[in-house]
């Protein structure tokens, strides 16, 4: 049984700051992480994926994965309001096309201009 | 872009009735998906479909629940006799072996059971 856990927040911060999202997970034969975006109602949107130890950076997003430690986080630089949202981080098995996604629940982020 | 497009975008039906939700995924994937997220709860997954038959489902997919491809762009999940738990959002999935890996989600379907 996967678990994916995640602090539930609210995590405020001010208009600028960097924001950073971190989640745990139990599986260790899991070898594709995701980050997703929630505005609430609204279906998930990927951000970022990231396979191999080490950092992964994307325009003003970076991810973050220590398989040894089973962590997984996301860093948001120069946060803006529109990024306020629920960041959900979610896993899969063992990297075939097929696997389904296990989700935690979610961190909710507000930016505050 | 491509997109998965998901109808109706709500849907309130009877307890016990029966409710068809409907998915078109991106044209080329191969895989599809259903997942559902239950009002502030974590999105959980149903089913996964490939190549014509169910590859993969959760223990929430009981035999209440069906998928189908009934032709060659539609992928439909049907709730037989719904139940007010079966309240949530719907979405759709889909994902090609090639090109950005991650799943293309649908906009959702909400689904009232009243």
């Known amino acids: 049984q996967k678990e994916v856990e995640q602090n539930s927040g609210p995590l405020s911060v001010p208009e600028g700051a960097i924001a950073s999202l971190n989640c745990t997970y139990s599986?260790?034969?899991?070898?594709?992480f995701f980050w997703y975006r929630q505005y609430s109602g609204k279906s998930p949107e990927l951000i970022m994926s990231?396979?191999?130890?080490g950092d992964k950076e994307d325009g003003r997003f970076t991810a973050q994965l220590n398989k040894a430690s089973q962590y997984v986080s996301l860093l948001i630089r120069d946060s803006q309001p529109s990024d306020s949202a629920t960041y959900l981080c979610?896993?899969?098995?063992?990297?075939?096309?097929?696997?389904?996604?296990?989700f935690g629940g979610g961190t909710r982020l507000m930016v505050k201009p | 872009e491509p997109e998965v497009t998901q109808t109706p975008s709500h849907q309130v039906t009877q307890m016990g009735q029966e409710v068809i939700l409907r998915c078109v995924p991106i044209?080329?994937?191969?895989?599809f998906y259903w997942y559902r997220q239950i009002l502030g709860q974590k999105v959980e997954f149903l089913v996964s479909?490939?190549?014509?038959?169910?590859?993969?489902k959760s223990e929430i997919f009981d035999d209440q629940f069906s998928v189908e491809r009934p032709d060659g762009s539609n992928f439909t999940l049907k709730i037989r006799s719904t139940k007010l738990e079966d309240s949530a959002m719907y979405f759709c999935?889909?994902?090609?072996?090639?090109?950005?890996?991650?799943?293309?989600f649908g906009s959702g379907t909400r689904l009232t059971v009243v």
């Open positions: 999935a889909s994902r090609g072996t090639e090109g950005p890996i991650g799943y293309t």
């Open positions: 979610a896993l899969e098995g063992d990297g075939n096309a097929g696997n389904m996604l296990t």
């Open positions: 044209s080329n994937h191969l895989y």
């Open positions: 990231i396979y191999s130890n």
């Open positions: 479909f490939y190549n014509n038959e169910i590859s993969e």
């Open positions: 599986d260790r034969v899991s070898q594709s």
